[in-house]
């Protein structure tokens, strides 16, 4: 258990989930956050690559980074990929707005639910997005056939997949993708967003990033953060044909990525054992985890292939109440759906955690359908949650002995 004060109006942050940082602020000292709504990677990097890194922060921080080209052909050369077929960024969300602001013109078909930035960014500078619904009884599956059609009937110009989805982690082989990209040879842009594509056991070698490169209008998105648990740096990439990865290349300024993204950029060719060890180990995770939330009484956890499940819960909870109780009482941040295109709040998105702090989150879940029952709200630990009023006005949670 945690003891010490969240301001709860922080968890209320519009389209995305409150920083871990403003959080931490908010918590004080000596308090922990267990974190189930930013999906990292906890086994990578290895408390011997943070302490490397620790050693030359110094020399890191003070100095300029190399420019971007410099970084694109490192990485390149650690991937296999040819340099021109590839661009860098800080995050992939700055490679989804340029990409909407040089690529798509007219319109836009994306399933939902899926990341906001695919639908939020073309919207606001005012494409038309052509939203497929992908449905509950079908465990948000894309039917690759049901979206084709829906693709022609809307005459959309531009369609994206995400693969695996986000929150729902629904994953489509290989094969089933490039039928998808080679059935959409005429668009003018068909995008995979394999952001979370290394967390995949399904198949060996999922991705389709090299045969992007030899395709006229294909792009393939990633994500270095997502994959190596450092959502703090901010860095992702695509893979393409040399015009559009050109393109793109040109359009991003010169010095878009920080030093810290060059350090480790340059050291992941050295870790790449540890590295398919965390996959591993975040696989059997997620299974385990899948096992351990059947614990809770009227669960459903729906399957999925990436770092996180998305989970409905019990008729008669709220996502909302149930991600502020959590935070309140135990210190447990979760990801609730209900600002989400194609969703509801009766949904969270729970990131794929080693089974300790499961057992802490089904503990926590399991106390809140017993206070929805009218059982005393008081935790196997002795805490007990008194609501208060901050300073701003703002709603607060504190929780003593």
């Not at 939902?112 to 960014?121: A, E, H, K, L, V």
């Not at 050291?267 to 614990?295: G, K, P, V, W």
């Not at 399991?366 to 009023?389: C, F, K, M, N, Q």
Request: charged residues 20%.
């Amino acid at each position: 258990m945690r003891h010490g004060s969240i301001d709860l109006g922080l968890l209320q942050q519009g389209a995305h989930s409150a920083s871990y940082a403003m959080l931490n602020r908010s918590m004080g000292d000596g308090a922990r956050i267990i974190d189930f709504c930013i999906p990292c990677n906890p086994y990578f990097p290895t408390s011997q690559m943070f302490a490397q890194l620790a050693e030359n922060l110094e020399s890191i921080l003070k100095y300029y980074p190399s420019d971007a080209t410099t970084i694109t052909k490192k990485l390149a050369s650690v991937l296999g990929y040819h340099p021109q077929t590839m661009a860098m960024s800080n995050g992939s969300t700055e490679l989804i707005t340029w990409l909407d602001h040089l690529l798509i013109r007219e319109s836009v078909a994306i399933p939902i639910p899926t990341f906001g930035r695919w639908t939020d960014q073309p919207l606001e500078t005012g494409k038309r997005v052509d939203m497929f619904p992908l449905q509950e009884q079908e465990s948000y599956a894309l039917d690759i056939d049901a979206y084709l059609g829906f693709i022609r009937s809307r005459g959309s110009r531009v369609a994206v997949i995400c693969n695996p989805n986000n929150p729902d982690g629904g994953y489509l082989s290989r094969r089933e993708v490039l039928r998808f990209i080679d059935s959409l040879a005429d668009l003018d842009l068909v995008v995979v967003d394999e952001s979370f594509i290394d967390f995949v056991d399904a198949e060996r070698n999922p991705s389709v990033a090299a045969e992007a490169a030899i395709r006229s209008n294909v792009v393939v998105l990633k994500s270095l953060g997502k994959n190596f648990g450092l959502h703090g740096i901010r860095f992702g990439y695509l893979v393409a044909n040399p015009a559009i990865a050109g393109k793109l290349g040109r359009a991003l300024p010169k010095w878009n990525l920080n030093s810290l993204a060059e350090a480790i950029v340059f050291m992941i060719a050295d870790h790449e054992t540890e590295y398919r060890d965390s996959l591993r180990l975040l696989a059997r995770d997620r299974h385990e985890m899948t096992d351990e939330l059947s614990q809770v009484p009227g669960l459903t956890v729906f399957p999925s292939q990436g770092n996180f499940l998305l989970v409905k819960l019990p008729t008669g909870w709220s996502g909302t109440a149930l991600r502020d109780y959590l935070m309140a009482r135990y210190g447990i941040f979760i990801r609730e759906c209900g600002n989400k295109l194609g969703i509801n709040s009766q949904f969270v998105r729970l990131v794929v955690r080693p089974s300790t702090d499961v057992g802490e989150l089904v503990e926590g879940m399991l106390s809140y359908g017993r206070y929805l029952h009218g059982e005393p709200d008081i935790s196997t630990a002795g805490l007990i949650v008194h609501p208060t009023t901050g300073s701003n006005g703002r709603r607060m949670a504190t929780a003593v002995h």
